[in-house]
């Protein structure tokens, strides 16, 4: 069969679009001269405006290198209203309007860019109408946003400017005007407007209109058959400029005389900004912008008004920009011209502007709109039943006070500087501090978002992709609730859930993060049920005025110290408001600002030929190239940057293999901006030989491996977002497990298993929709009222600030006096009546003994409990009466709870004790029968443990075991800790004083990985993912990138600073299960990488290039690599070999040679360099085998390791080696590590501490070893090196 033929490549575009030239028609049958016929008339009659020619890119074609032919197309014929109305496109003649030069018989129409409607341009570039000017008018310039019916934007910049009408430089449609006579009336000393239109893709609003500005220059002074060609060469210069890749990377062109700067943006998520984001903080006073923010987070109908067209454009943008990354999904037209005004009468959510003399018009005939006049600042509604609620009431004061402490005059900053003596110096000075105060400003409105919406994530359910709309609600201040009722039902909060449910690490998910309170960090590792802490008790108390909702404060973990001063008067331009008392405020606002560069592009010669084009772009890769020779080896940010363009300016060349190269090099440095898609239809436009000719290189060949592999329309992934519901029908035990995990009350199932068996004791196994609701309800009753416990200052001093009441009894007598009995996570307490008092019963740590009796009062028996303590002689005893029986239970899972987390240094048992308890409370307040306390004894897990399986930690475990911490917090299921990597804490400049802590990264099933600050052992970033395999390996390279080897056969290179995988190599062919670095006082060059395959890589760290690899002889199954004495020690299932890396073999170690067992082979190994020893584990067998480096043929020291059923890792620690192996313990498979003492070569301690093998070792700076185990307990365990 024939090769099917390559498909033609679609060349990117530049910045440009389109560009047009619009006037007043000259063949209208009101000419212009009748509009001014009569000297000294005083109203203007308007004109009817028109698109007089039109510039589409490409300017240049491949075929024709010769005449520089534009595409330009005249429109004279037909007259336009309104673009809502279908019309027939009006077709251009063939060289009609054309100047002279450019006509030819092969002009011909051009494709006018979607989103573009030429119908409505005219009355979008002159929306006040086109009036002739009895004098000479400044030039002005106003800006376009343009939809097409998918929903797709592009921008557009209008200049206008006036002419003389019978100037005999004046043009119409790109005609020459000399045949009109001079009138010898009134129409003389008239003028004419034009425009000029730039569209792009990119909302370049400053950067295009400076480029008008100097276009202006040239257009006023030409002469009429000039005009086309001086517009044309504008737009292709334009054309001729590549879109910059996000990141810190601008361009700079020069339009002379101005130097213009095209801004990238940010991240591939966030918007370009290219405006000044302060101009609604000069048009409204905090609070209104915080009203304006809420009718667009509540998807009012919002029309703007201004006296200025374009601040209509650029302040709704500034508005659109501060919700970043929520995003407006509705309608948007900010500039609306009089015949379109009737566009307001949509029933739809929109936002809209219209010039202020339609204010009245407006409001009078349409209901239900918010009207916002720019130009006094006010906010009004067009119906008066009409109610905007307001923003959550910290989050809006806090707002006000850091938008008061911004310095929005850059005239103040000015002063103290000397005068600038060059116009472009002066223009970067102004760029720079814009830029500045742009970063501070979106801090600020980001941070505002997360204020409001920060307690979402605690109402979704991942798995099963629900948010409980209800029950966050239930959270909300009273005073809120309106608010969050209707931004609840809002398409632009929906999108927002998919983010959340999709864990992307978008900007609100980071600032989240980084702003995170210490107490949030550790409710994320445990998985307790959320409780007031005494800390924000105690916070309630010094906060007499506050007006909103107690439960508030849980929304703003960060705000919670925050006294709300009153607010001083508004003078936000003149000076800065003392925020030091507001800790969260200052630390958002003193954001340091992003260090930025800038790559000028090369001049751009003309006439417009193939061969200027040609030089342009090789003076593009010339400066490109010389650029990249410049990078320092850790500058492999802006590397990515210059190859990208690059690459870009190659294509653009017709050089397909270079720039096939160049995205290569890109798709390792930084994947985040690599183009895959267009990368995809490169390969595909490919002639076979160009095809045979990349395909001949290895690192291409992967490329177009994996780009081909690419699903070209996969299907899309299910991202709804379910509201929790009750179920309606009986439930089995899957589906009560998917409910139960769906309400947010538990999420592990085995607890949930525990719950079900409860619920149906004595009962067929299904429940019913009605027991279900019952214990809904029952469980929300419980966490509202411990939302309520308010406790006398005199009582919040006796206990811890993380402490959290958990359950409260009823009024009872007790040995200590009348009260009511209080449970926290660490003690029970008496809180006494009459004057409120503090009764300590005792720690769950000091009790000794819990009992169920009862004692006599006249002729009743009623139920009491007793509780002995170790440091007490008397007993505590509490006339319980019904509520005896539950209260047994609780005490004693939670005594059981604290026992086996201080015997096994684990507090998840703790908190798992907490829901147990919480969960039997539930049962009981659901069943409200004789049997609910059996039921609820179910759900005894601990108590249970303890009394059917004494769990004795061994007395060398216990005193070497310091910590446990749980990575799959959070999961429904444990999940296998694959691989462990400590990096020690340092302060470097790119990082906040925070992130200099050391770490801890923990390798997931899937590619999850999690990052613990090991300082504290809270959660410094939770799961994200680098592909989606196992991972096999870690390393730390330079202090700044983690190197993470995986089962896809590619190593993932994470930033340390800015916690993302933006780089990946792709050399192996097969399971990358290895991974060294080179030691040595310096910062290593080079790292070492194996796969399964039995292939080693050496890798350059600056340039990420192979510089030397090599296949192992013995073939396959290598599984790790050590470095040593300048030898790469490989170990496969049959030898371990040391080889030179020129690849010279210099010791082999042989299995067959010294086990005689078939079934033998090598697990793992390590070097001993000290005693020149090497250490083997082998499969088969539990001894450990020791080798002398100088002479592996003799035969080999065994460590004999009892009890072991497999070796799974080795670690040298000091003068130690650790083992982690799974062996037996009391008779039960367990996980197990043996230290051994390298220079005794016996076996010190067995420490026994997982329930499953261990399957990853790491040493945290020869201090402590970490360990991890397998899925069935999934937990990591902190051991103390002696």
């Avoid at 389109?18 to 006037?23: D, P």
């Avoid at 005083?42 to 032919?69: C, T």
């Amino acid at each position: 069969m024939a090769e099917a033929a390559p498909q033609p490549l679609a060349l990117p575009s530049g910045l440009l679009e389109l560009c047009a030239l619009l006037g007043a028609p000259r063949d209208s049958p009101r000419g212009p001269e009748q509009v001014v016929q009569k000297r000294g008339v005083k109203n203007l009659h308007s004109l009817d405006p028109e698109v007089l020619s039109v510039f589409v890119p490409p300017f240049v074609s491949k075929e024709d290198s010769q005449a520089a032919s534009g595409n330009c197309m005249t429109l004279n014929k037909t007259k336009w209203r309104s673009f809502r109305k279908k019309r027939e496109k009006p077709r251009a003649e063939a060289g009609k309007g054309l100047p002279e030069g450019a006509r030819g018989p092969d002009s011909e129409d051009v494709s006018i860019p979607n989103g573009v409607d030429l119908l409505a341009l005219p009355q979008l570039c002159f929306p006040g109408g086109m009036c002739v000017a009895s004098e000479p008018k400044e030039d002005c310039v106003h800006f376009l946003v343009l939809t097409d019916v998918g929903g797709n934007r592009t921008y557009g910049v209008v200049a206008q400017f006036y002419r003389p009408l019978h100037d005999e430089h004046c043009f119409y449609n790109g005609q020459a005007h000399w045949e009109v006579s001079r009138p010898t009336g009134g129409s003389a000393g008239w003028f004419l407007p034009f425009a000029v239109c730039v569209v792009s893709r990119f909302p370049y609003y400053n950067a295009l209109r400076d480029c008008l500005s100097c276009l202006l220059i040239h257009l006023k002074l030409c002469k009429d058959f000039e005009v086309d060609n001086h517009i044309k060469d504008f737009a292709a210069k334009l054309s001729l400029i590549p879109s910059p890749p996000p990141g810190p990377l601008h361009l700079v062109f020069n339009m002379k005389p101005l130097q213009v700067v095209f801004p990238s943006r940010a991240d591939p998520e966030s918007p370009v900004i290219d405006l000044d984001l302060h101009l609604p903080l000069l048009c409204f006073r905090p609070e209104t912008v915080l009203q304006i923010l809420t009718c667009l987070l509540t998807e009012q109908r919002v029309v703007f008004f201004s006296s200025n067209w374009a601040l209509l454009t650029l302040v709704t943008e500034c508005f659109l920009a501060y919700l970043h990354p929520l995003q407006w999904q509705h309608t948007f037209v900010p500039i609306l011209s009089g015949q379109m005004l009737d566009f307001v009468m949509a029933p739809t959510s929109f936002l809209m502007g219209c010039h202020l003399d339609h204010f009245e018009e407006v409001s009078k005939e349409a209901d239900g709109l918010i009207l916002i006049n720019m130009d006094n600042g006010s906010i009004t509604c067009s119906s008066d039943n009409m109610a905007v609620p307001d923003i959550p009431f910290l989050a809006a004061q806090t707002f006000i006070q850091r938008v008061q402490g911004l310095q929005l005059h850059h005239e103040l900053d000015l002063a103290r500087a000397k005068a600038s003596t060059d116009l472009n110096d002066g223009r970067a000075c102004r760029r720079a501090w814009q830029q500045r105060l742009n970063t501070h400003i979106q801090q600020l409105t980001l941070h505002l978002l997360v204020s409001i919406f920060r307690e979402v994530k605690n109402h979704l359910n991942y798995e099963h992709r629900v948010f409980n709309s209800e029950e966050y609600l239930k959270t909300r201040a009273p005073g809120d609730q309106q608010f969050y009722k209707q931004v609840l039902e809002t398409y632009m909060f929906h999108s927002f859930l998919k983010a959340r449910l999709s864990r992307r690490m978008d900007a609100f998910a980071q600032m989240d993060l980084n702003t995170q309170s210490e107490e949030d960090r550790i409710n994320g590792m445990l998985l307790s049920p959320r409780r007031p802490t005494i800390e924000k008790m105690a916070s309630r108390k010094r906060s007499p005025k506050r007006t909103v909702d107690r439960r508030m404060v849980v929304s703003m973990p960060d705000l919670q110290d925050v006294a709300i001063p009153e607010l001083p008067p508004r003078n936000s331009s003149l000076r800065k408001t003392d925020t030091a008392s507001c800790r969260s405020g200052t630390a958002v606002l003193n954001v340091p600002s992003k260090l930025t560069y800038m790559f000028k592009i090369p001049e751009i010669h003309f006439p417009l030929v193939g061969e200027c084009v040609q030089a342009y772009y090789k003076d593009c890769v010339s400066l490109l190239s010389k650029a990249m020779g410049c990078l320092g080896p850790d500058s492999s940010m802006l590397l990515a940057r210059y190859l990208y363009l690059r690459g870009l300016v190659l294509l653009m060349q017709g050089q397909l293999l270079p720039a096939l190269q160049d995205f290569q090099s890109l798709y390792k440095t930084d994947l985040r901006i690599f183009p895959a898609d267009l990368v995809k239809r490169m390969v595909e436009s490919m002639s076979g030989p160009e095809r045979a000719q990349a395909e001949q290189m290895p690192k291409l060949r992967r490329l177009i491996g994996e780009v081909l592999a690419q699903p070209g329309e996969a299907p899309k992934a299910d991202d709804r977002v379910k509201n929790f519901e009750l179920p309606r029908k009986h439930l089995e035990l899957d589906d009560f497990v998917q409910r139960v995990q769906e309400s947010g009350i538990v999420k592990d199932t085995g607890t949930i298993r525990r719950l079900f068996e409860a619920l149906t004791i004595g009962h067929q196994k299904l429940i019913d929709p009605e027991t279900f609701r019952d214990f809904y309800t029952c469980w929300k009753e419980t966490e509202a009222e411990a939302q309520e416990v308010s406790l006398p200052a005199s009582v919040l001093e006796h206990l811890d600030k993380n402490e959290c009441v958990y359950k409260l009894s009823r009024s009872v007598k007790t040995s200590h006096g009348v009260g009511k009995i209080a449970m926290t996570q660490k003690r029970l307490f008496l809180l006494t009546e009459g004057s409120p008092g503090y009764v300590e019963i005792s720690t769950f740590r000091d009790i000794e003994e819990v009992r169920s009796t009862t004692v006599a009062f006249l002729f009743l028996r009623i139920p009491t409990l007793k509780i002995k303590m170790t440091s007490k002689k008397e007993v505590f005893e509490a006339n319980l009466k019904t509520e005896c029986d539950l209260w047994q239970l609780m005490v004693k899972e939670m005594w059981a709870g604290k026992t086996l987390a201080e015997a096994h240094k684990d507090p998840q048992y703790i908190q798992q004790a907490l829901t147990h308890v919480l969960l039997m409370d539930a049962v009981v307040g659901t069943l409200q029968s004789p049997a609910a306390i059996y039921a609820a004894s179910r759900l005894s897990y601990f108590d249970k443990m303890k009394n059917e399986m004494p769990m004795v930690v061994p007395k060398t475990t216990a005193e070497t075991l310091k910590h446990k911490i749980n990575p799959s917090a959070g999961e429904t299921f444990p999940q296998a800790v694959d691989v462990l990597l400590y990096t020690p804490g340092h302060l470097d400049p790119a990082e906040k004083v925070g992130d200099a802590h050391p770490k801890l990264w923990c390798a997931l099933s899937e590619g999850k990985v999690i990052v613990f600050d090991a300082s504290s052992w809270t959660t410094h970033q939770h799961c994200f993912r680098v592909g989606t395999s196992k991972l096999n390996c870690m390393v730390m390279v330079e202090r700044n990138q983690v190197w993470v080897g995986s089962e896809d056969s590619a190593i993932y290179i994470i930033n340390i600073h800015s916690m993302s995988c933006n780089k990946q190599l792709t050399d192996h062919r097969a399971s990358v299960t290895g991974l060294v670095v080179q030691e040595g006082l310096v910062a290593p060059s080079q790292v070492y990488s194996c796969s399964v395959d039995g292939t080693v890589l050496a890798w350059n760290v600056s340039s990420l290039l192979v510089t030397s690899r090599f296949q192992l002889r013995s073939g396959g199954g290598l599984s790790s690599i050590r470095l040593h004495g300048g030898c790469l020690w490989c170990c496969t299932g049959n030898r371990i070999t040391a080889v030179a890396v020129n690849d010279s073999l210099r010791q082999e170690l042989k299995i067959e040679e010294n086990f005689q067992e078939k079934s033998a082979s090598f697990l793992s190994f390590q070097l001993v360099p000290e005693q020149e020893q090497l250490w083997v584990a082998c499969a088969g067998s539990n001894d450990i085998h020791i080798w002398g480096l100088k002479d592996l043929a003799q035969p080999p020291q065994r460590v004999h390791l009892q009890d072991c059923s497999k070796v799974n890792c080795m670690l040298r620690v000091k003068r130690q080696i650790w083992v982690g192996v799974t062996g037996l313990s009391q008779g039960k498979c367990r996980g197990k590590i043996y230290v051994i003492d390298a220079e005794k070569k016996t076996v010190e301690k067995e420490l026994v501490a997982h329930s499953d093998t261990v399957k990853a070792l790491c040493s945290a700076e020869d201090r402590y070893v970490l360990s991890g185990s397998g899925r069935e307990e999934g937990k990591i365990a902190i051991w103390k090196v002696e």
